[in-house]
């Protein structure tokens, strides 16, 4: 009983910062008349950093810790309900190779370009994998075999909040840039799934168009989270390899990756079992929906650990570096498409 009255504290502050974020979000868009519509997650971002004096408590660190490192891991786990092997296998094997191409490269370009302007290995992890893979999600999970190192929580922090500042410009963005190159409605459904940061903006962009592209460009960015815990556990070996700091960068138990992949199959099954799909029908919405509360609770709880002024002291070569990522796994998309 000691633990859970441990952990108590700093977990109900951001479930809390969590809470505030969901009730700000329509007021938020209301007061703007529309013009500014943040994602909750960023909201609680935002304001888990504006917290931070109140949360740099020793009493809320126990807590906020539990929600980063170990309610993290679960609710990506939960991730797999969203995806199916069927739509995966749909996009044909010259899409396939296409994206995880396009995604390799980009981590691997973010890399290096963080070494060339003087940044952090760890920063390029979190950069390349918040471009190649799912914005925040991937972000958060990447931080979990990143080694430490002085700002990794303000780059964390800094990359959630320019993945969605990009998705949401490049969700403007890219559609005309389709038209332009003159791709069909299968076309400019790939280069939205496989190009654009995060989910919600890779369904605005695409159902915008017309309802062939969003279904093509959801199925793509699906099967992108499908390659998240590959992703990370590529990453986390990466690192370890490299001899990162003792204990920190070494691979986890891929426990939650293998409940990942084990979900994926049960959404592939399930549904087509008609003793089982209605129960599970009814079943899966709540679990998808504790997938999402536990990613925002995590994000909260990253927010209350940033200090504000650690963001401000990140200058113009995160920015470039992210800016590189989007640029390189654009080219190679696009090439891609152009070529198929």
Known sequence: MAMPRLLMPGFVLAAGVGVAAVLAEPLLGQATGGRLALPVMVIALVIGIVLHPLAARPVFEPGLTFAVK????WAIALLGLRIAFGDIVGLGLGTLVLVVGSMAATIAGAVW???????ADGYGALAGAATAVCGASATLATTTVVPNYPAKAA??????VAANALSTLVMLAYPPLAVALGFDATQTGILLGATIHDMAQVVGAGYAVSEPVGNTAVVVKL????LLLPVVLAIGWWFARRGGAAGEARVPVPVFALVFLALVVVNSILPSVPALAAPYAAVKPWLVQLSNAGLLIAIAALGLGTSLTAILTIGWRH??????ATLVILALVTAGILVL
């Open 70 to 73: 170990k309610l993290l891991r």
């Open 113 to 119: 370009l963080a070494r060339r302007l003087g940044v």
């Open 155 to 160: 780059d964390t922090a800094f990359t959630v």
């Open 223 to 226: 099967f992108r989270v499908f």
């Open 319 to 324: 920015v470039a570096v992210f800016l590189g």
